[in-house]
C-alpha cells in the first residue's frame, strides 16, 4: 500500500533553481501524475536499487521533476519523504535505451541533497553525473 506523500518543499522552483546552477544547459520539466498511486511513470526508467526506488514503491509521488543536459543526462528529482528541506536525486535511463544495454554495466544511484540549487548542483555533478549515464557517441 502507498502512502499520500505530504508537500514539504517548492520543488519546481528548487528544479529550476538547480538548473540554473547546473554546468550544463539543463531544461527542466515539472510533471504532475495522477492520483492512482501505482502510475508512477518514472518507477523502473530511475536508475537506483535504494532509496528513490524504495521511496517510489512506497509514496504516492504525485510530482517530480525531470532534468535534461544538452549531452542526454536526465536527473530526476524527487522530495525526499519524512526529511523537509530534501530531495532525492537519480538518473533517468537514457532515451532509445532498452534494459538488455545494460547488462553487466555499472548502474549509477540516486543520492539525498540538501535545499541548496548550488550544492546540489555541484553533489550531482560529482556523484550522478559520472559513469555510463551517456549514450556512446555524445
Known amino acids: 500500500m502507498t502512502t499520500a506523500m505530504p508537500h514539504h518543499t517548492d520543488l519546481p522552483a528548487f528544479a529550476t533553481a538547480l538548473a540554473e546552477h547546473s554546468p550544463d ?3 527542466t520539466a515539472h510533471r504532475v501524475h495522477p492520483d492512482d498511486p501505482y502510475a508512477f511513470p518514472l518507477y523502473g526508467r530511475v536508475w537506483d536499487a535504494g532509496e528513490v526506488d524504495n521511496v517510489a514503491g512506497d509514496f504516492h509521488l504525485d510530482h517530480d521533476a525531470l532534468l535534461t543536459a544538452s549531452d542526454g ?3 530526476c528529482v524527487i522530495e525526499r ?3 523537509p528541506r530534501q530531495f532525492l536525486v537519480a538518473p533517468f535511463d537514457p532515451e532509445g535505451c532498452k534494459p ?4 553487466n554495466v555499472y548502474e ?5 541533497v540538501l535545499e541548496s540549487p548550488a550544492r546540489a548542483a555541484t553533489s550531482i555533478a560529482r556523484r550522478v553525473a559520472t559513469g ?5 557517441g555524445r
Do not use: D, K, Y
Request: no cysteine.
Open 100 to 103: 538488455h544495454h545494460f547488462r
Open 108 to 112: 549509477p544511484g540516486g543520492i539525498a
Open 81 to 83: 519523504p519524512r526529511l
Open 132 to 136: 555510463p549515464l551517456r549514450l556512446p
Open 73 to 75: 543526462l536526465r536527473p
Open 25 to 27: 544547459s539543463w531544461i
